[in-house]
């Protein structure tokens, strides 16, 4: 899948959980790509500085 296939997808995907949330679904990140599906910011660290099951012992 090339990079333009995978915005596209990812376009479609916000296009659709927009209808479905409807008023749940934010406005805040409407420009950001890497959002969950409230359309809520995802932050690169997020699952690293949350999770510590696989870190040190």
């Known amino acids: 899948m090339s990079g333009v296939e995978l915005l596209l997808r990812l376009l479609e995907e916000h296009h659709k959980n927009r209808l479905l949330f409807k008023s749940s679904y934010s406005d805040d990140y409407t420009d950001y790509i890497y959002v969950d599906k409230l359309s809520q910011r995802i932050k690169p660290g997020y699952i690293r500085s949350t999770s ?6």
């Open 52 to 57: 510590n099951c696989f870190g040190k012992t």
